[in-house]
């Protein structure tokens, strides 16, 4: 045909294809991956499920089409959602949210049974399945109704401030829960904020280090061969630095704490790109809880708990014997574990299906199901700071790095706990532990950090298009 040319589209991993670019709209080869592997997520957790009837039933579960039909559904309707509204997204962070997601529910469902022949504990797991169902739903909506996360931006005072009062709010209802105060009790309900307050300061870091960035960044003074911080500049880490304390001191929840610096710490050296920032929040993190972990009883408890562990377990002290008993179940686990139904996670207690239901996965599935379980929540932080990388406006990038930060922050306090290499903090594992509000809000930080690969994915293949 004279006259008449035909625009050609570069295929991912390769050059020109030569095939017409409606032949493959935009993102297409992004989608069917993500289909690919959502697939696989999906017959993970089902043959998952089938083989924990099996190990502690001796039959295959009654419910297991239910099961499989409704994780279906929990892959189906985000994946069309992002065919629709995020095409160019990337195509790891959904199929990676749902196999995790999938895993603590074959993880629960195994333990349910444990607990209430040893505890007469009442069930979770189906509790647990009507929270991810709500926290994929709220995934889609953000994602419909999100065109852009730049909109974010114009908000981030709000967002601090609903932030601040979720914050401190659990320090001003009566009663607690294994210590701390990190829950709202309304009735039988209960409300984690914390859970999304890490989101939220994420939004107003990122916002504030885009309009701040070149004050923090050029001015200072040269020590040591680092470019120290100001003193006009240390206002925000000093106020961040005492809300911690506060947190800390007044709630019992060193978890949040360490998340909540972290976060700001990760973010403005993301933003600056000066190891000063980071000296300074490190040893205002050690000097600070230092003091209150020697003055606040329920936080010099778990700090004593970790130095002896071993003690604890000997006084029989409940929840300080936890440190020791968990080591015992990975130890007990070896390399490939005992198999999945054939262990005693149940002995951890009651956080057994909390912050330690990674000895579940030590236990039955050793080392290498440990270490699996590890590298996909690696491979997710991955891919948000890759994510972070990819984006060309300023406010995504630090909104992404905060997202996958807070993520990284959460595993490292929990795991590290569990292990051992810090003192305990409460906080549960994501994705994989009990715990609705933890649950939805890891289902609205991938919602973002979809909406914000979305906008990279755009730029990029506009970019090929230009220069092809």
């Given at each position: 045909?004279?006259?008449?040319?035909?625009?050609?589209?570069?295929?991912?991993?390769?050059?020109?294809?030569?095939?017409?670019?409606?032949?493959?709209?935009?993102?297409?080869?992004?989608?069917?991956?993500?289909?690919?592997?959502?697939?696989?997520?999906?017959?993970?957790?089902?043959?998952?499920?089938?083989?924990?009837?099996?190990?502690?039933?001796?039959?295959?579960?009654?419910?297991?089409?239910?099961?499989?039909?409704?994780?279906?559904?929990?892959?189906?309707?985000?994946?069309?959602?992002?065919?629709?509204?995020?095409?160019?997204?990337?195509?790891?962070?959904?199929?990676?949210?749902?196999?995790?997601?999938?895993?603590?529910?074959?993880?629960?469902?195994?333990?349910?049974?444990?607990?209430?022949?040893?505890?007469?504990?009442?069930?979770?797991?189906?509790?647990?399945?009507?929270?991810?169902?709500?926290?994929?739903?709220?995934?889609?909506?953000?994602?419909?109704?999100?065109?852009?996360?730049?909109?974010?931006?114009?908000?981030?005072?709000?967002?601090?401030?609903?932030?601040?009062v979720l914050l401190m709010a659990p320090?001003?209802?009566?009663?607690?829960?294994?210590?701390?105060?990190?829950?709202?009790?309304?009735?039988?309900?209960?409300?984690?904020?914390?859970?999304?307050?890490?989101?939220?300061?994420?939004?107003?870091?990122?916002?504030?280090?885009?309009?701040?960035?070149?004050?923090?960044?050029?001015?200072?003074?040269?020590?040591?061969?680092?470019?120290?911080?100001?003193?006009?500049?240390?206002?925000?880490?000093?106020?961040?630095?005492?809300?911690?304390?506060?947190?800390?001191?007044?709630?019992?929840?060193?978890?949040?704490?360490?998340?909540?610096?972290?976060?700001?710490?990760?973010?403005?050296?993301?933003?600056?790109?000066?190891?000063?920032?980071?000296?300074?929040?490190?040893?205002?993190?050690?000097?600070?809880?230092?003091?209150?972990?020697?003055?606040?009883?329920?936080?010099?408890?778990?700090?004593?708990?970790?130095?002896?562990?071993?003690?604890?377990?000997?006084?029989?002290?409940?929840?300080?014997?936890?440190?020791?008993?968990?080591?015992?179940?990975?130890?007990?686990?070896?390399v490939t574990g005992s198999g999945l139904?054939?262990?005693?996670?149940?002995?951890?207690?009651?956080?057994?299906?909390?912050?330690?239901?990674?000895?579940?996965?030590?236990?039955?599935?050793?080392?290498?199901?440990?270490?699996?379980?590890?590298?996909?929540?690696?491979?997710?932080?991955?891919?948000?700071?890759?994510?972070?990388?990819?984006?060309?406006?300023?406010?995504?990038?630090?909104?992404?790095?905060?997202?996958?930060?807070?993520?990284?922050?959460?595993?490292?306090?929990?795991?590290?706990?569990?292990?051992?290499?810090?003192?305990?903090?409460?906080?549960?594992?994501?994705?994989?532990?009990?715990?609705?509000?933890?649950?939805?809000?890891?289902?609205?930080?991938?919602?973002?950090?979809?909406?914000?690969?979305?906008?990279?994915?755009?730029?990029?293949?506009?970019?090929?298009?230009?220069?092809?």
């Amino acid at each position: 045909m004279t006259g008449v040319t035909v625009e050609t589209v570069r295929v991912e991993g390769g050059g020109d294809s030569g095939v017409p670019a409606a032949a493959f709209p935009p993102g297409s080869g992004r989608r069917l991956g993500e289909a690919v592997l959502l697939v696989l997520a999906v017959l993970t957790g089902c043959s998952g499920y089938a083989y924990t009837g099996l190990a502690t039933a001796g039959e295959v579960p009654a419910g297991l089409p239910a099961f499989a039909g409704v994780m279906a559904c929990l892959a189906l309707f985000p994946h069309l959602a992002v065919r629709q509204w995020a095409p160019h997204a990337d195509p790891l962070i959904l199929p990676l949210a749902v196999l995790l997601s999938a895993l603590g529910l074959v993880l629960l469902y195994r333990l349910d049974p444990a607990y209430a022949r040893r505890y007469d504990a009442g069930p979770t797991a189906d509790g647990q399945l009507v929270w991810t169902v709500l926290g994929v739903v709220l995934c889609v909506v953000v994602v419909a109704l999100l065109p852009d996360h730049r909109r974010l931006r114009r908000y981030i005072h709000l967002t601090m401030a609903v932030a601040l009062v979720l914050l401190m709010a659990p320090a001003f209802f009566p009663g607690d829960l294994y210590g701390a105060k990190r829950w709202i009790l309304i009735g039988p309900l209960s409300f984690q904020p914390g859970e999304f307050v890490k989101i939220m300061i994420a939004v107003f870091f990122a916002g504030h280090l885009v309009t701040h960035r070149d004050a923090l960044a050029l001015t200072g003074r040269k020590a040591l061969g680092m470019r120290l911080p100001p003193g006009r500049q240390l206002g925000p880490i000093v106020t961040v630095w005492v809300l911690s304390l506060l947190v800390l001191a007044l709630e019992r929840d060193l978890g949040t704490s360490l998340i909540f610096f972290g976060l700001f710490v990760v973010m403005l050296y993301a933003a600056t790109e000066r190891t000063g920032w980071v000296v300074c929040g490190l040893l205002m993190a050690v000097v600070g809880a230092g003091v209150v972990g020697s003055l606040e009883p329920h936080v010099k408890g778990r700090i004593d708990a970790w130095l002896h562990p071993f003690d604890a377990f000997k006084e029989g002290s409940g929840v300080s014997d936890q440190a020791a008993q968990a080591l015992f179940s990975f130890g007990s686990g070896g390399v490939t574990g005992s198999g999945l139904g054939r262990g005693h996670p149940e002995l951890v207690r009651f956080a057994g299906r909390s912050d330690f239901i990674l000895t579940t996965v030590g236990e039955e599935l050793g080392l290498a199901g440990t270490m699996a379980v590890l590298v996909l929540y690696a491979l997710l932080v991955q891919r948000g700071l890759s994510v972070a990388l990819r984006t060309p406006d300023p406010f995504g990038k630090l909104l992404a790095v905060g997202l996958a930060a807070a993520l990284a922050l959460q595993v490292f306090v929990v795991a590290g706990g569990v292990l051992a290499l810090i003192p305990l903090t409460g906080k549960t594992l994501p994705f994989l532990a009990k715990g609705g509000s933890s649950l939805v809000a890891n289902w609205l930080m991938v919602a973002l950090l979809i909406r914000i690969s979305d906008s990279a994915g755009r730029a990029e293949d506009e970019a090929a298009r230009a220069g092809g």
